[in-house]
């Protein structure tokens, strides 16, 4: 059977941000494939014994993508320092086994995917150190590319961390289904011993794998890169008893080793990042997160790169965040840039957490296309959002981003969610 939903407005989020007034999108039941993108009338009148649905008030849209989340740290309410990443990081250290060692984990990771779905979220990047989430999130309705971080610069320890990381992307494998992909996570340059990580590379390259990594979030991470001391000269003589340690790359060397990847690149907060920087990571998305990157390093990613820049939006765990709703991200995202144009910078914000998630994370979704995966939300509003200004623009992103909460409807892989 056919199905039709329909709303007063449509967002398509492709990179033109056309809006369809009255619009509607047209699916085979159970089968993950759009097949039309159009007028509901017409798509009613091509699919005369479809199942129909039109909500009036309402705006239809892919559904949104937090590109970059941790669940693991969902129970961490006000363990850790905010206002410098170094306080931040010693205490994430001190407080980490706390936080994790949670007698409730499972509820804390459903928490966290029951607030994805109730913020509009179908597609999640979901970082994960442990491993501990992985059949939670593999069974749960959202789909999710799953990014077994590896983490460690102790040569010693590095066989065991190897074996560890290939341990859990063999256990995400064997999970791999439409809704999970597996994946891998360099955690970042200044904690990742070169050996593994060119290896890892490589499997991604040859396996098609995504990869994901932490990149130039905070200027002791710049200092330690390219001046060689700082904050993390201390951090591994406090951590390992390392006298006179040396970064393992260079901002560019780590950049140049990354350089064979063409499929799903992402490089999460770089808000250090220099244009020098950027031409060599062409391949990548960035992922920005606003909140965390405001909570760590009291900084923003400039409103230029956000705009000259494909950038996908992720919330970042609780670790360095009051909560993992994305709409609240977007909202935040709104007010971080005065010196862009409102309305403008809302579509910008709005294809981050769709078109540019999608290609973050290498699926198939995103935007509301023929043949795109049928993964769409309907919000609800007791008025029409549709109000142009001045010039006849249509300020709808604008005040979706401020009003939205929760949508009515919600389809994952062609299967209702709500
Ligand atoms: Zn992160």
Redesign the pocket.
């Known amino acids: 059977m056919i199905e039709i939903f329909g709303a007063g407005l449509v967002f398509i989020c492709d990179e033109e941000f056309q809006i369809l007034s009255n619009g509607g999108i047209a699916f085979e039941s159970s089968k993950d494939s759009i097949l039309r993108v159009g007028d509901y009338k017409s798509l009613c009148a091509e699919f005369k014994n479809a199942k129909k649905t039109f909500v009036p008030n309402g705006i239809l849209l892919p559904t949104l993508i937090n590109a ?1 989340i ?1 669940f693991e740290f969902g129970g961490h309410l006000a363990q850790f320092c905010y206002g410098d990443f170094g306080e931040w990081l010693d205490s994430l250290m001190a407080n980490r086994d706390n936080v994790l060692k949670n007698d409730d984990f499972e509820s804390i990771i459903t928490q966290g995917i029951d607030e994805q779905i109730k913020a509009g979220v179908g597609s999640v990047g979901a ?1 994960s150190s442990y491993g501990d989430d992985m059949e939670i999130l593999a069974h749960s309705p959202l789909r999710c590319v799953y990014f077994n971080e590896a983490i460690g610069s102790n040569p010693s320890a590095i066989d065991f961390l190897y074996a560890n990381v290939l341990e859990r992307l063999k256990n995400a494998k064997k999970l791999k289904s439409p809704t999970f992909t597996p994946a891998l996570a360099l955690h970042s340059p200044y904690s990742l011993h070169p050996i593994m990580a060119q290896k890892l590379v490589e499997l991604c390259v040859s396996e098609n794998l995504p990869l994901s990594a ?1 990149f130039l979030e905070s200027p002791q991470e710049r200092q330690w890169l390219d001046g060689q001391d700082g904050y993390f000269q201390g951090f591994f003589k406090r951590l390992a008893n390392i006298d006179n340690a040396k970064p393992f790359y260079t901002s560019q060397s780590f950049l140049e080793m990354l350089s064979p990847l063409s499929n799903a690149l992402c490089l ?1 907060h770089c808000l250090q990042i220099t244009q020098k920087e950027l031409d060599l990571c062409q391949n990548a998305t960035l992922i920005t997160c606003p909140r965390s990157n405001r909570l760590l390093n009291n900084a923003f990613l400039p409103f230029e790169i956000l705009q000259n820049h494909p950038t996908a939006i992720g919330t ?2 609780k670790s360095s965040n009051n909560n993992v709703n994305l709409l609240d991200e977007l909202r935040t995202a709104l007010y971080a840039y005065p010196q862009a144009d409102i309305l403008e910078l809302s579509k910008i914000l709005l294809l981050s957490a769709t078109l540019y998630g999608a290609k973050a994370l290498g699926l198939n979704n995103g935007i509301l296309a023929q043949n795109k995966n049928v993964d769409f939300a309907i919000f609800d509003f007791k008025e029409p959002l549709y109000h142009t200004n001045q010039t006849h623009q249509n300020q709808a992103p604008l005040h979706f981003i401020l009003n939205a909460n929760s949508p009515t409807h919600l389809y994952i892989n062609a299967k209702a969610v709500i």
Request: glycine share 14%; charged share 15%.
């Open positions: 970059h941790h970082i932490h999460t970042d765990g």
